[in-house]
């Protein structure tokens, strides 16, 4: 189903663990409660669509689109959402432990209070988020742009922080980085 046009699909409780859909145009589709489990969604276009109680675990959305998709009660534990545009998307209570989001772009955010401990953040986009109290323990934030991102009583203890991007952010202690 690679490169499959399914724009406003109705695949609720669809099983499709373990399919292919790299490069598929699936914009506002409903995906709520599918099984995608290890499904390859790479490129994938998921603007608008509904993932709401979707099993997505170990799931592949690098380089997707899922600008304003819709994760409620989703779990996004072991997914890799490298490169993945997370614009205008509520990941308030989604779990993204294990997870990779390496070149991912997440400005402007809010992961207030997260467990965001071991996720990959390599070279990703965190400009203006808020990760006041979030956990990122053992974090890789490498290389990732974190200007003026709202680090304030963030926990931080194991994490890669190098060559990270820290202009204007507020650190942990409350101190403005220059």
């Not at 209570?93 to 953040?121: D, K, R």
């Not at 009583?153 to 820290?166: E, I, P, R, Y």
Request: charged share 10%; proline share 1%.
């Amino acid at each position: 189903m690679n490169y499959a046009r399914l724009i406003q699909a109705n695949l609720s409780q669809a099983k499709l663990s373990e399919t292919q859909l790299h490069s598929a145009n699936l914009t506002t589709a409903n995906l709520s409660s599918a099984n995608l489990t290890q499904a390859n969604l790479n490129n994938a276009n998921l603007i608008g669509a509904d993932l709401s109680q979707a099993k997505v675990t170990k799931v592949s959305l690098s380089y997707a689109d899922l600008r304003g998709v819709k994760l409620n009660g989703v779990s996004l534990v072991a997914v890799n959402l490298d490169g993945a545009n997370l614009k205008n998307v509520n990941l308030k209570a989604v779990s993204l432990i294990g997870s990779s989001l390496a070149q991912a772009n997440l400005s402007g955010q809010n992961l207030a209070g997260l467990n965001l401990s071991g996720v990959s953040f390599q070279n990703a986009n965190l400009s203006g988020v808020n990760l006041t109290s979030a956990n990122l323990c053992g974090a890789n934030l490498s290389y990732a742009n974190l200007e003026k991102a709202n680090l304030k009583d963030a926990n931080w203890v194991g994490a890669n922080m190098t060559s990270a991007k820290l202009a204007g952010a507020i650190m942990p202690d409350g101190t403005i980085h220059e």
